[in-house]
């Protein structure tokens, strides 16, 4: 009895610990929220307003500047289709490395893992100068697009190498004696049984680009800046608009957790399970 009595302590003692710690990392999100529904008057109080009547106006303020709307369009465009070009490229090119033999190919596996760990910041000055002086690629939308391409690309060949080498090869041998064609091969066997591999490499790229800064603040002008650019023109030397800005973070965060939440299936779903279906 007594044991049991043990278990059962550790047992809610573990659920304490991870409720705690789950309730800790909300806490900013929880903030986050409650500020932007909060007036000017309440956010900068003498005490802290714990009890309030929440008000949408930071909410109308930022929706209806049509700045504010244009940048979030700038934002689900930069976002939605780099990670369509990154996922494209990418598991047809960790594809190759998995099933093909060729000279060199150790090197490019792993030295696509080794240029993901470049810090985005020290590509700032270069990438200004080449997409400015030789491509003329700055202050467009697909310069942006193209260079979160280039960026999320090596972690997306990275993490669908281990997916597709999962996928066992009598598959591809059966559907070829069936007469499948490479393309039918890829796209009907292979990209099926990789889903998982898929969601969560999508989900990667799509938060980099939706929440990047430094290269979208160098790369944009006032007409194709992204929304993260547009919160740092909040912070001036007279004002913070703390409601705003907290209004902003919450529109912002909202994209990334809807696509997760879409994507989470597909990565809960196990290999197997995906052949059994198939």
């Not at 400015?132 to 993490?159: C, D, H, K």
């Not at 994209?255 to 990565?267: D, E, G, N």
């Amino acid at each position: 009895m007594s044991q049991g009595m043990s278990v059962r302590r550790a047992s809610l003692a573990s659920y304490l610990l991870v409720a705690a710690l789950a309730l800790l990392s909300l806490a900013p999100i929880v903030v986050m929220i409650a500020t932007s529904l909060k007036l000017k008057t309440q956010i900068f109080g003498d005490t802290a307003a714990f009890f309030f009547v929440p008000t949408l106006d930071n909410y109308r303020a930022v929706l209806s500047d049509a700045q504010n709307t244009r940048y979030l369009g700038n934002s689900l465009i930069v976002a939605a289709v780099s990670t369509v070009l990154t996922l494209t490229f990418g598991c047809m090119a960790a594809y190759a490395l998995v099933r093909f033999r060729f000279m060199g190919r150790g090197v490019v596996s792993t030295g696509t893992l080794l240029l993901r760990m470049v810090p985005p910041a020290v590509l700032t000055v270069p990438v200004f100068t080449i997409w400015t002086y030789q491509y003329g690629l700055n202050n467009s939308l697909f310069g942006v697009i193209l260079l979160y391409t280039a960026l999320n690309l090596p972690f997306v060949i990275w993490i669908l190498q281990s997916f597709i080498a999962q996928v066992p090869q009598p598959l591809e041998e059966a559907a070829r004696i069936d007469g499948a064609n490479p393309y039918q091969v890829f796209f009907l066997v292979v990209l099926p049984l990789i889903k998982p591999g898929l969601a969560a490499a999508a989900i990667f790229t799509f938060r980099i680009a939706w929440n990047e800064f430094i290269l979208a603040l160098v790369l944009t002008n006032r007409f194709t800046r992204t929304m993260p650019v547009k919160v740092s023109l909040f912070l001036t030397e007279h004002n913070i608009e703390w409601g705003q800005i907290m209004a902003i973070g919450t529109l912002i965060a909202i994209p990334p957790l809807v696509f997760t939440f879409m994507a989470s299936r597909q990565i809960i779903t196990g290999m197997t399970a995906g052949a059994v279906k198939g």
